[in-house]
C-alpha cells in the first residue's frame, strides 16, 4: 500500500496527455461528465439493483488504483469537468481515499469543477472527515426508506442507523448531502411526505428515481415499477412546487416545493427519458466505457491502458468511442417487455 500512496499522491502524473479540445459526441453534446465505477462490489442487496447472491468479478479483472487514476487524468485533460465516483458501493473499495486523495490534485489545478460520489452511506462516518479534507463537496446518499425494517428488507442487509450516523457526520464536516430514493410501488410511496419533510428539514434535497430495468433481480420489475408523472402528480396535490431551473449536471430536473423551500429532483428514464441533454459518460471498474447507461455499446480502454506507459493510446480510444454515442436508451418496461432491458446489473456501471 505505501507504493500506492507514494505513486497517487505525486503531484505530475507520469504520463499526461497533451491538452486537447472538448469532447463532442455526433450530436453536439460536450461530454464534460464521467462516472466512474470503483468496484462491482457492495455491501448491500437492493431488491432492485442486485440479486440476493451476486458472482463479484476477479481481482485481476479490475482496474487497480494507479489505472483507475491515470484514467480518470486523461478524461480530465479532455475535457471532462465532474467526476462521480461510483460502485457497486465505492466506500468498501480498498484504499479509495488513496485514490481520491490523488484525483483532488485536479480540484487544486482548477482542471475539475466537482469530485463526488454516490454511496449507501454504510461507510459514511468513517470517511466524511477525509472525503471534506480532499475538496468532495456534494455527495449522494441512496435511502429509500424511513423505517428501520423496511430499510432491513430493501437492502436485506442494511442498517438505517448506522446511515443516519453517516448522513450527520457528513453534513457536520460541510459536505452538502443529496438523498436518492428510488420509488416502488406498494413499498415507499406512502413515506414519501415524510422523506419530503425530512430531507428538506436537514438542508437535504431528495431526488426521486424509477426503477431501471438492468440485470437480473430475484423479484418482478413490474411489480416495482411506479412512473414518476404519477408520483409527481400526487404530490403536487399536496405541495406547493414551482419549476428549478437548478441543475448538477446529471438528469435530473428540479421543483422547489413552497413549504420547504427544499427542491425535489425528478429522475425519469421510463416515463420521461432525459437523453437530449446527456453530457455523460460511464467506466466501469474494469476499464469498459459506457457511452450510454442503456446501451450496450462499449470500448474497452483496459487494453491500451496497459499496453503503452504513454497515454495516446487510451485518448485514441476515447476519441472512437465518444464518436459512437448514440442519441438515447430504449428503455421500455411493461408485461410484455417485462424483463430486463440490459442484463448487466446497475452495481456494474453505478449509478
Known sequence: MTTIINSLTKTDSPARSPAVSPMVDPFGRS????????????????????AEDMTFLPKREVLTLE???????????????????????????????????????????GMLDELTLTTNGSQLSRYAGELAACGVRRINVSVDTLDPERFRAITRRGDLAVVMKGIDDALAAGIHVKINAVALKGVNEHELDDMIRWAHGRG??????ETMPLGEIDGDRLDQYLPL???????ASRWTFAESDHRTGGPARYVTVGETGGRIGFITPLTHNFCESCNRVR?????TLFMCL??????????????????????????????RKPKGHDFIIDREHNRPALGRHMSMTGG
Do not use: W
Open 31 to 50: 461530454i464534460r461528465y464521467l462516472r466512474v465505477s470503483v468496484t462491482d462490489r457492495c455491501d448491500f442487496r437492493c431488491v432492485y439493483c442486485m
Open 67 to 109: 489505472e483507475l487514476d491515470r484514467l480518470c487524468t486523461v478524461f480530465v485533460e479532455k475535457g471532462v469537468r465532474r467526476l462521480r465516483l461510483t460502485g457497486g458501493e465505492p466506500l468498501v473499495r480498498r484504499g479509495i481515499m488513496t485514490l481520491i486523495r490523488s484525483l483532488s490534485r485536479h480540484l487544486e489545478s
Open 204 to 209: 437535504m434535497d431528495l431526488t426521486l428515481i
Open 229 to 235: 408523472s404519477a408520483v409527481r402528480r400526487d404530490l
Open 283 to 287: 467506466v466501469t471498474c474494469t476499464g
Open 294 to 323: 442503456g446501451q450496450e455499446d462499449a470500448r474497452d480502454l483496459r487494453a491500451p491502458l496497459r499496453a503503452s506507459e504513454g497515454n495516446e493510446l487510451i485518448a485514441a480510444a476515447i476519441d472512437e468511442a465518444i464518436a
